[in-house]
């Protein structure tokens, strides 16, 4: 593999290994067909003599051979120089067999005994080598594809911070400067609809902040002086003077790309495994094929060394990895096509094999088990005013504000047909609510701050306010003259399927957890109506990334179910990360699963389809393991002296197509799987 940076540019050419292994394929895919087409047709049309035919595969298989897989002999050569066996072994020997034999077989073929001619000629496997070669290339194209994906999500956080920064001198003069040259202490202007640059703290004005693409949630939070500002969230309306406090690599924004680098940088223990069954596999079959020729020059008849050669080229052709690099990615292929029907989407093998064995699942709260958007609740009356009138009222003042729970209390009461008024006067950025004039009369609306401030006293409503908190809904009182009308209630709602998913989740022993930057109480009353039992509250990304983590610490299989850039640390780090398709670009390509339609019940689609499909590759390894324990006996000549028969490198390559066969074909079973 090629060097990659650890953090990916923003900006990047495109992968100069996929590019070169892309021409590679194309320039000799061409020849491929034409000599296997040749090598399948040739003698049954009888298109020309058998030595003849011969020379034309080599000219053919040639270029196929040398250049189109001279990447892959080198590596094979590496593997064997820094005592490194992998698959690369494997392949760069028994192409390079398959290919050596076949020249042999062409420019010498007195060398060869009287039994192998065939059709006058002895027989070449120049279709095997290239179509081995062919069939790798295009396989490291889909595998470099796919894992130039893993870099995606820091590219989309790297997107996130703005390029420039206002910036002002000691003078008050301002200027445009590049992001890279701001420094702690100075003193940036942030203007409506601007990114915030870096982290700092508010030193002038007030304004509303959407944070909804660090923190997932999407009511913008009030800024005042001294509140705390994050680099990369956007700016609303209002004006505000900071001071720059963390800047470069120390800003919250940089510290998510290097959680989200670094737990993709890891590798999971069953890689290790399986690196390392592949490497004794690998030495055991070259040290079959060398027994085997040494054994029939030393101990065999007349011609043993020929013997030895033909059975030891049948022994590397029999053994080609092409079962066991098709058992995985055949299942994979189909298992993923069946699930992007479904609306999930697996993003790679490993994300397949390790979601059957999970046992815990970590949920963010907004937009995973809720809707994510605030949806109008209700609103209730005092005194002179019923519902209907604070629900008028409020919208016909909410008309000027552009708060997302405005836009609830708006849209609501349109939907239901009230006639708004146009507010005669309005204010807003206290930062508690808003204030105004509608209909000759004075209007607060807002949280208890708010009236506590204009001197409103909420006693006749405080207690049925405390009781809808504890549900997770936003409370917001109405004032008319100074005098306490009513309240309204913005929530926001359950998916319909969380609380059927979380039950059937438990109920196939997976623990749920929640973990939301939510408050307590609201988290609280939501776990309750799912029948969540453990919960965890206003945690910020790296404390989801450190659940994950300390679980995975305690020997659990952790997943990770989130759709905010908040939930990307843990969706790296979890055995599985789960995106809601719902949420942002960055979840999702930090998720190595993402549920097209956000909605939970994917995640038990998604489970089933995994068991499935983790069954199924354990039948195609069985498969391309059973065809090489058998195989390679018969290839080295076991049975020669009871049958007094060979295994030719022809049978050997019918072989090893029939395992591959065999794989193919129970890997498409899996169309057949219910996942519904």
Not at 38 to 62: C, D, F, I, K, Y
Not at 262 to 277: F, G, I, L
Not at 329 to 340: D, E, L, R
Request: hydrophobic share 45%.
């Amino acid at each position: 593999m090629t060097l990659e940076p650890v953090i990916p540019e923003l900006e990047e050419e495109e992968n100069p290994e996929l590019k070169d292994f892309s021409r590679r394929f194309w320039w000799t895919l061409p020849l491929t067909v034409i000599v296997t087409l040749l090598a399948m047709a040739g003698h049954s049309l009888q298109l020309m003599h058998g030595t003849q035919q011969n020379w034309v595969e080599l000219a053919l298989a040639t270029p196929v051979t040398l250049w189109g897989g001279w990447v892959f002999f080198t590596r094979g050569i590496d593997s064997i120089l820094r005592r490194s066996p992998n698959m690369w072994t494997l392949i760069g020997l028994g192409t390079a067999a398959a290919y050596f034999y076949s020249v042999a077989a062409t420019l010498v073929p007195q060398w060869f005994p009287a039994a192998f001619l065939q059709d006058g000629r002895i027989g070449v496997y120049f279709e095997a080598a290239a179509v081995i070669i062919s069939l790798t290339l295009l396989g490291q194209m889909l595998e470099l594809k796919a894992r130039s994906q893993t870099s995606a999500a820091i590219k989309s956080l790297l997107g996130l911070a703005p390029k420039t920064a206002r910036r002002i001198g000691a003078d008050g003069r301002e200027e445009d400067i590049p992001l890279t040259h701001v420094h702690q202490g100075d003193h940036l202007r942030v203007r409506p609809g601007e990114k915030v640059p870096v982290d700092g703290t508010v030193l002038e004005g007030e304004s509303a902040v959407d944070e909804s693409m660090l923190t997932g949630e999407p009511v913008p939070v009030t800024k005042r002086v001294g509140d705390a500002l994050i680099g990369a969230t956007l700016n609303t309306h209002g004006s505000l003077v900071m001071q720059a406090q963390k800047v470069g690599a120390e800003t919250m924004l940089s510290q998510i790309v290097q959680m989200v680098a670094r737990a993709q940088r890891s590798k999971a223990p069953m890689q290790r495994m399986a690196d390392a069954v592949a490497g004794y596999f690998v030495v055991g079959v070259i040290l079959v094929a060398v027994l085997t020729f040494l054994g029939w020059g030393l101990f065999g008849p007349e011609s043993g060394w020929v013997f030895g050669l033909i059975n030891a080229v049948a022994v590397l052709i029999i053994a080609c990895p092409c079962a066991l690099g098709l058992a995985t990615p055949m299942s994979v292929m189909v298992a993923t096509g069946k699930a992007a029907g479904s609306g999930v989407l697996f993003r790679d093998a490993g994300a397949i094999e390790n979601l059957c064995k999970i046992d815990t699942l970590i949920v963010d709260k907004t937009g995973t088990l809720t809707e994510g958007r605030p949806v109008f609740h209700s609103a209730e009356g005092t005194g002179a005013f019923d519902s209907g009138e604070v629900l008028r009222l409020a919208a016909s003042l909410d008309q000027g504000s552009e708060h997302p729970l405005a836009h609830a209390i708006v849209d609501h009461a349109r939907s239901k047909g009230l006639v708004l008024a146009k507010p005669e006067t309005f204010e807003s950025g206290s930062g508690i609510g808003v204030r105004g004039r509608v209909e000759g009369r004075s209007l607060q609306l807002g949280n208890t701050a708010l009236m506590d401030e204009a001197g409103v006293d909420i006693d006749p409503l405080r207690n049925r306010a405390e009781q809808l908190r504890l549900e997770g809904i936003s409370i917001i009182y109405l004032a008319v003259d100074g005098r306490l009308a009513g309240l309204l209630a913005v929530s926001d709602p359950i998916k319909p399927t969380s609380q059927q998913a979380v039950s059937r989740l438990q109920g196939e022993d997976v623990k749920v957890i929640m973990a939301t930057g939510d408050g307590l109480t609201t988290a609280r009353a939501v776990a309750r109506q799912l029948g969540i039992e453990e919960v965890h509250g206003e945690v910020k990304p790296q404390d989801k990334e450190q659940l994950a983590a300390a679980l995975q610490g305690q020997g659990r299989r952790v997943a990770m179910a989130g759709d905010g850039i908040n939930d990307a640390p843990a969706l790296a780090r979890a055995d599985v990360g789960i995106a809601m398709g719902t949420g942002t670009d960055v979840a999702m390509n930090s998720a190595q699963v993402t549920l097209v339609k956000g909605d939970l019940m994917g995640i038990l689609r998604a489970r089933t389809l995994s068991l499935a499909t983790v069954r199924n590759m354990r039948q195609n390894l069985v498969f391309a393991f059973l065809y090489n324990a058998m195989g390679i006996p018969l290839a080295a000549g076991l049975l020669y002296p009871l049958t007094g028969h060979l295994l030719s490198p022809l049978v050997a390559a019918l072989a090893m197509s029939v395992s591959s066969a065999s794989v193919v074909f129970n890997a498409l079973r899996l169309r057949q799987t219910r996942i519904d």
